[in-house]
């Protein structure tokens, strides 16, 4: 059994179904994980023109299903890795498998404003890497303070004209050494003790942001093409507190140079494991890892 159905569930999937493990993919309701939410992949090898994020979920679901695999569209629930074979329920029943592959990937966390929901994929994104390019020649908006928001601005001065960092504290969370970076670069500007109280935009795309001072309460507007979120991302791994090892953020643990969990037979793939690389062709790697650990423990533990 797969729980997820990101890249990395999926392809778990498609490597599980080829090999003939009569995978189930419990996807959950909001299948896809967050690509579902990208307009436009750019960077996934085999697609010179781009592919939108939903076309190629549904392109890697069709291959799993090709292979034989079965994808249910529901939440798990509950999980019972105390014996074997393994339990995982859902709202409507309950399934057994003798592996389970973890695939339940993360979350970015958002600023929770009703605007920036409005311009998702229009100039507002959680990823540098994913979208950066789209915004060349414009004046662009990072908002955090931590190693993420300085690795995004680094990153987008190489497309835009100008990267400003708004931070809500009068000082950076971030590491010495990335401030430095950051500090060092001249496209990048820092707005400190400010937050965003709206994002402003036209029917098409962001035009703006509507700053607010966290100390005095003065508001300013800030012209840019574009606004990334970088306040950290959160791992969907809830269900599995307090039974697999995790670190202090939620991130699985994984043994060294494989996917195996501390429960001998569960494995862990994808953005739920993984909290440095993020991206979807890693996901898919980690996932072809997994489903290939799987097999080789199911024909050990025969």
Known sequence: ???GSGPAGYTAAIYAARAE???LVVGGAAFGGQLMITTEVENYPGFPEGVPGP?????????AERFGARVLFEDATA???SRRPFGVETDSRRFEAESVIVATGASARWLGLESEAKYLNRGVSACATC???????????????GDTAMEEALFLTRFATVVHVIHRRDELRASRIMQERARRNEKIRFVFDTEIAEVLGDEQAVTGLALR???SGETSRLDVGAVFVAIGHQPNT????GILDMDAAGYLRVQSGSSRTN???VFACGDAMDPHYRQAVTAAGTGCMAALDAERWLAANE
């Open 1 to 3: 059994m797969i729980v």
């Open 21 to 23: 493990l009569a995978p």
């Open 55 to 63: 076309e190629l979920m549904e392109r890697l679901q069709k291959q």
């Open 79 to 81: 999980i019972d890795f």
């Open 131 to 145: 979208d950066g390019a789209l915004y060349r020649g414009k004046a662009i908006a990072v908002v955090g303070g």
């Open 213 to 215: 001072n966290v100390r």
């Open 238 to 241: 809830q269900l599995f507190h």
């Open 263 to 265: 429960i001998p037979g």
